[in-house]
Every structure is written in structure tokens, then in C-alpha cells.
């Protein structure tokens, strides 16, 4: 049973670009949730995705945005990166009803230069 | 959700028990106590949660105290792969699937041979 994959693991870009980062969540798994991890700090909620729609939303702006599809899968879109989105971007997957057991991904490193 | 204070650091012998302290005097009445750990280079990984009664796992098990202000991840025999940054999250909730998890900057545990 494969657990949480997330493409792709490590991307290079540049100041002002846009970036779409994947995820699949754990068979069996509905709700999507994503973070955001700079280094030395701990993981820091961007939102949640459940029944495809964004359900919950942490201290981040517009640039980021999301998407849910019926599969359960999720997209993840910086637009207008700047130096600072640079971080390892983690998601994570629950299953419906236990929405704090979150099980995790390896995380995409992406690098803003 | 209410605030959690861990130690920064922490030293344990391989082999012996890690005990985990963890602070959380204004934890409300529907607040779950949750733990998890993030080996580094790796995604967090859920190890135990609770309410007011103590847990036990395979993996660890879990002291709150009666007032429910602390508690204390219990690493019965700990090995060198447990060497890893542990978080302790209060949140709302078990069930569902609509809250997230608010992640400090946890206890770095460094098992010594």
C-alpha cells in the first residue's frame, strides 16, 4: 500500500515564477492538507483540502492556492514566487473522521533563486 | 488551539526509556494532546494522541497528567532510529475532518549510543 507521494522532490526557480506541486494522498485517505517547513522551523498549515473543496486556511496569501480532485489527489500553485517561498512544502493525508492522524509525504524542497 | 512548550533538546541513552515533557496549561476541555515525530530529511510522522486518559501504542505510550496541563511521551526502550525532532500539538478534536494541526518547533531528541 503506498502511502503519501509527492511530486515533484526537489525544483529550482526563479523570482517571479509560478510553480504546481502534487501530491496523492494514502489509499483510503480523503482529506489533503498541506505545510509549508523553512528551515529549523516546524511545519507551518497552509490549508486543507476535503470533498474537493478548500476547508481550512492558515496565515498564508493569495499567491497560494489550491485544488482537490475527485481522486483525492491535490495540486498545490505558487504564483509570483519570491526568495522567501523557498522551503520544503509537505502534504499530508488523513482518513475521513480522524483528521489529526495525519500521515505525511516526503515533502518537495523547492528552491527560489 | 492552545499553546505547547517543549525543551529544545533532549539526551537520552539507547536503550533506556525517553520521556518527553510537554506543557500545555491552557488547554481547553475538547483538546486533544497530539505527538509526532520528523526524523530529518523525512515527513512527520504521527506517533500517538489523547484526551485525558493515558494511550499506549506500539510505538509509545502517552501521560497526561489529571489537570491535563502536561503530559509525557514515553519512548519504552529507545534505539538510535528514534533520534529525531518530536512535536506535541494541541488541537480540537479527534474525529472529523475539518481542523488542523499547529506544529512549534518541538524537542530535538539525540539518542547516544
Known amino acids: 500500500d503506498a502511502g503519501v507521494t509527492q511530486s515533484p522532490t526537489h525544483l529550482i526557480k526563479t523570482r517571479g515564477q509560478q510553480v504546481t506541486l502534487r501530491c496523492s494522498p494514502k489509499s483510503g485517505h480523503d482529506t489533503v492538507s498541506w505545510y509549508q517547513q523553512a528551515l529549523g522551523q516546524g511545519p507551518q498549515f497552509i490549508f486543507q483540502?476535503?470533498?474537493?473543496?478548500?476547508?481550512q486556511r492558515g496565515n498564508f496569501p493569495d499567491r497560494f492556492s489550491g485544488h482537490q480532485f475527485p481522486n483525492y489527489s491535490s495540486e498545490l500553485n505558487v504564483n509570483a514566487l519570491l526568495l522567501g517561498d523557498s522551503a520544503l512544502y509537505l502534504c499530508?493525508?488523513?482518513?475521513?473522521?480522524?483528521?489529526?492522524?495525519?500521515?505525511f509525504g516526503e515533502g518537495s524542497r523547492l528552491t527560489v533563486l | 488551539d492552545a499553546k505547547t512548550t517543549q525543551p529544545p533538546s533532549m539526551d537520552c541513552a539507547e536503550g533506556r526509556a525517553a520521556n518527553l515533557p510537554c506543557n500545555h496549561s491552557?488547554?481547553?476541555?475538547?483538546?486533544?494532546v497530539y505527538w509526532y515525530r520528523q526524523i530529518h530529511s523525512q515527513g512527520p510522522q504521527y506517533i500517538i494522541h489523547g484526551l485525558k486518559n493515558n494511550e499506549t501504542n506500539e510505538m509509545a505510550s502517552l501521560i497526561i497528567t489529571e489537570d491535563r496541563k502536561s503530559s509525557t511521551l514515553i519512548l519504552p526502550h529507545a534505539t538510535l532510529r528514534d533520534t529525531a525532532v518530536y512535536y506535541c500539538?494541541?488541537?480540537?478534536?479527534?474525529?472529523?475532518?475539518?481542523?488542523?494541526?499547529?506544529f512549534g518547533k518541538g524537542t530535538l531528541l539525540t539518542v547516544n549510543p
Open positions: 499530508a493525508s488523513s482518513p475521513r473522521g480522524r483528521a489529526g492522524e495525519l500521515f
Open positions: 500539538i494541541v488541537s480540537r478534536g479527534s474525529g472529523g475532518s475539518n481542523y488542523k494541526l499547529t
Open positions: 491552557t488547554i481547553s476541555g475538547n483538546e486533544y
Open positions: 483540502y476535503y470533498e474537493e473543496e478548500e476547508r
